[in-house]
């Protein structure tokens, strides 16, 4: 079998967020964001971890880079940890430490020949914000377009790369409609509006950072899961359609100017979540706003979803043609293996929003292998995850998908948010009672292809 090689100007690179690697919570003038409040809110996060030390990255992102450039990614993601700018998130002025900190760290990445891609939102609102009604506030969209020009304005033309938000479903549903993240709230009509507020904030900030960086590069990332009906009844049919709307096109079809999608605005009011008349949320104006064309659209892909109507009995509907997957093809997450989903994605993306470039901006699996006798660290479960869904991105590109770049979430083992440390996704394994980083066989195999642009076979 031949090789797969990748396009010469592909990126291979890798992610991380500030909250999960950063610790050093009480330093450089940091202040509090939902997350350290939610993770000491008894109950919320496994065995009641936080993030106060996590990877200790802000003392040792030399090491860190070191490790990268050993790897030979050519880029790095990383997020901004809004509360080291804005302290509460209303201050004036911006607070120079922080600043001065990710000024370092481009600089160090950038001198060690890797590219920054920043994400300036991956959840970490500052508490101040959050205490006058966080995202479920307009305000808040203002206080974000302040942060994405404070530190567009210092990182300059050095970042080339801007990502405005981490996973808009993640910040609306997981923290706003079931409660499971920061804030921890579970209020419907309210996780509608957050969605509202983060993607018009993404797109009041998108011309505020070309401003910054003439010619830098901006998008946006989203959580994306292609859906399948478990049959060919009209039942699963119409459940899969609804998940699509829920998971995706609430947040795809405004990015792109179609508003929000009227199917799902018809389901909502059916359920109670949304009133009759105009959305309450959207002014005039906004959904021109959010649409602003964009460089290109990040995507976070872990798993699929199969979907089996619940409005009829189970003894009413057609046989199941996919079944539901055994423990032996999920990760140790419960989140199942399959690369087919990504392919089938990037695909969709390509037809229903065609001529954007696509980026995976996170793609990983964990597994919690320890070292073994001999000293490394074989988790050849993650080696081939990684591998089947990098032959998809190969795959896809070779269909004529505009697929520009792969960063393997994650660089290292880190804080998994309500999961506290139990989850490891990292391809670097990090011993967290001494920091202690060592690469595993899965960074040994990606070091591998990120040199040379191909996976063997």
Partial sequence: MSDHVFPKDFVFGVATSSYQIEGAVHEGGRGPSI???????????????????????????????????????????????????????????????????????????????????VTLYHWDLPQGLQDLGGWANRATVDAFVRFADAVSARLGGRVKHYITHNEPWCVAMLGHMNGEHAPGHKDWPEALAVVHHVLLSHGLAVPVLRAASPGCSVGITLNLVPGYPASPSDADADAMRHFDGFFNRWYLDPLYGRGYPEDMVTDYRALGRLPEGPLPFVHPGDLDAMAVPTDFLGINFYSRAILRSTTVPETENLPRTIAEPGPEARTDIGWEIYPDGLYDLLRRLTVDYPG????????????????????????????????????????????????????????????????GYSQRFGIVWVDYATQERKLKDSALWYRDVARSGRIAG
């Avoid at 209303?90 to 481009?106: I, M, Q, S």
């Avoid at 470039?357 to 000293?375: F, H, M, R």
Wanted: glycine share 8%; charged share 20%.
């Fill in 35 to 117: 997350w350290d409040t939610f993770c000491r809110t008894p109950g919320k996060v496994k065995d009641g971890d936080h993030g106060d030390v996590a990877c200790d990255h802000y003392n040792r992102y030399p090491e860190d880079i070191a490790l990268m450039q050993s790897l030979g990614v050519s880029a790095y993601r990383f997020s901004i940890a809004w509360p080291r700018i804005f302290p509460t998130g209303l201050e004036t002025e911006p607070n120079a430490a922080g600043l001065d900190f990710y000024e370092r760290l481009v600089d160090a990445l950038i001198a060690a020949g890797i590219t920054p891609w």
């Fill in 356 to 419: 954007v470039p696509l980026v995976i901006t996170e793609n990983g699996a964990s597994y919690a292998t320890t070292p073994s006798e001999d000293g490394g660290i074989h988790d050849a479960a993650r080696l081939s995850y990684l591998d089947s869904h990098l032959r998809a991105c190969h795959r896809a590109i070779t269909a004529g998908v505009p697929l520009i770049g792969y960063f393997a979430w994650s660089l290292m083992d880190n804080f998994e948010w309500a999961y």
